[in-house]
């Protein structure tokens, strides 16, 4: 008796379904472009399939810098900048903003207890530039009629850090792009707004290249990008006025800064191109 119910306990360890009978497996949710906005910052969703490779999971990110509001002037720098992003649906143009540029500890403090989220690392930073042209332009023009595209420093991190109330050191807390200064040259920075523009027989400069302000006759228009390979704009720019150039002076290493979400911090805002 013993005997046969062993056999029989082999026989079913061994049985498998058969391959056709089996559960399908769930495929991965399809990752799209798609947009959101939280405390009046607009963010959009990088997928794996705007850079194969390198993206290897979906996350939000803010489209443009966090932004001042009334009465900062007085206490932290707040330049006016062109920050490239994919347009939102409707959108036709992108309008000049201020950006906050302040120091690490408290950048890091708005993201994760304002946003519920966190500073970006620096390889989701690239991804974001080089996947959906996510580039913080600083405008400026010289006396030779030339205008120049600098790039305004942001803060990023080695890994994601998510304790609220401190930045570690582990962080490893650096500026986005390595090479870039937070000087701003208030007299000749300039406040633009982007539009869309083909590029055929256009002139399409990024981010540290110059080009004249007025073409020659016969010249190509001047257009601007994030990279190479994303969409060019054109720019209509004005000086700043008076009160504008006001800002505060500090020898504090600084930078303008953007946060990365959850999803569930975006719920009931998104909206999909």
Do not use: Y
Not at 205 to 218: A, L, W
Request: hydrophobic fraction near 40%; include cysteine; charged fraction near 20%.
């Amino acid at each position: 008796m013993r005997a046969r119910t062993l056999s029989l306990a082999i026989t079913l360890v061994g049985c498998e379904t058969p391959p056709e009978h089996r559960a399908p497996v769930p495929a991965p949710a399809r990752c799209e472009r798609a947009f959101a906005e939280k405390l009046g910052v607009p963010f959009v969703r990088v997928c794996p399939s705007d850079l194969p490779g390198a993206v290897t999971a979906p996350f939000w990110i803010a489209a443009a810098p966090v932004g001042c509001t009334g009465g900062e002037h007085e206490t932290i720098a707040c330049p006016p900048i062109v920050a490239l992003a994919p347009s939102r649906p409707g959108a036709t143009a992108i309008e000049p903003r201020l950006a906050q540029v302040i120091d690490a500890e408290p950048a890091h403090r708005t993201c994760t207890l304002r946003f519920g989220g966190r500073l970006p690392t620096t390889a989701e930073r690239a991804q974001a530039r080089d996947a959906v042209g996510l580039v913080t332009l600083l405008v400026t023009e010289d006396t030779n009629a030339s205008r120049h595209l600098d790039v305004l420093p942001e803060w990023t991190t080695a890994e994601p850090c998510l304790v609220p109330a401190t930045l570690a050191t582990s962080c490893a807390v650096r500026r986005f792009p390595l090479d870039t200064s937070d000087d701003v040259a208030w007299t000749r920075v300039r406040s633009c707004r982007a539009t869309p523009a083909p590029r055929e027989g256009a002139l399409v400069i990024t981010p540290q290249e110059s080009c004249p302000i007025t073409p020659p006759p016969q010249a190509p228009r001047c257009l601007v990008a994030a990279t190479p390979a994303t969409r060019a704009f054109s720019l209509d720019c004005r000086a700043l006025r008076g009160d504008e150039l006001a800002h505060p002076e500090t020898t504090a290493s600084r930078a303008a800064f953007r946060c990365v979400v959850p999803e569930g911090a975006l719920v009931g805002t998104i909206v999909t191109k």
